[in-house]
T-cell receptor
């Protein structure tokens, strides 16, 4: 039982490159989220998916797209990376009525 | 949308003393208030949460209080230990399965 698994753990991109961050959960949870955390700050919601087949924008969606591929997987795509997207990205799920399951994070640097 | 403010941004306490972190929220419809502990380089870990139908909840050395009228909630850590040193985040949402809005975090340092 791995919980919430994110790949990759680290990534360096050049400005303008694209990439997809992967998130998979094995807890059979309906709701999945993508947050970003900038140094010394709280987490800000990028996108979320309340259930398979649905996605909604969060607080900071510009420059990102998401796909809820199935109940297990929720991916985040940067189409044209910018230095302002340098951050740590966390995937999370909600289960048992509690918002408590985070992946280990992806540290992304855009140069 | 919801706005969550958290104070103080840093907190230094002597081992064995208590630590209190306070958060205020703006949306009166919010009814789920979790707290997270994040150690350096690690993922946030849920440490305690409270729903609006409860005024206080305790779990060993940690307690959370909620004042819905004033729209603020607080985390209390008693008998602090060096391993309590971390960044703590409060958050609020309209339901546990709904999107969370986080506070800016409090860096807690427990001095031995």
């Amino acid at each position: 039982n791995a919980g919430v698994t994110q790949t990759p753990k680290f990534q360096v991109l050049k400005t303008g490159q694209s990439m997809t961050l992967q998130c998979a959960q094995d807890m059979n949870h309906n709701s999945m989220y993508w947050y970003r955390q900038d140094p010394g700050m709280g987490l800000r919601l990028i996108y979320y998916s309340a259930s398979e087949g649905t996605t909604d924008k969060g607080e900071v969606p510009n420059g990102y797209n998401v796909s809820r591929l199935n109940k297990r997987e929720f991916s985040l795509r940067l189409e044209s990376a910018a230095p302002s997207q340098t951050s740590v990205y966390f995937c999370a799920t909600t289960g048992d009525g509690r918002m408590g399951h985070f992946g280990q994070g992806t540290r992304l640097t855009v140069v | 949308g919801e706005n969550v403010e958290q104070h103080p941004s840093t907190l230094s306490v002597q081992e064995g003393d208590s630590a209190v972190i306070k958060c205020t929220y703006s949306d009166s419809a919010s009814n789920y208030f979790p707290w997270y502990k994040q150690e350096l380089g690690k993922r946030p870990q849920l440490i305690i949460d409270i729903r609006s139908n409860v005024g206080e909840k305790k779990d060993q050395r940690i307690a959370v209080t909620l004042n819905k009228t004033a729209k603020h909630f607080s985390l209390h850590i008693t008998e602090t230990q060096p391993e309590d040193s971390a960044v703590y985040f409060c958050a609020a949402s309209k339901a546990a399965g709904n999107k969370l809005t986080f506070g800016g975090g409090t860096r807690v340092l427990v001095k031995p």
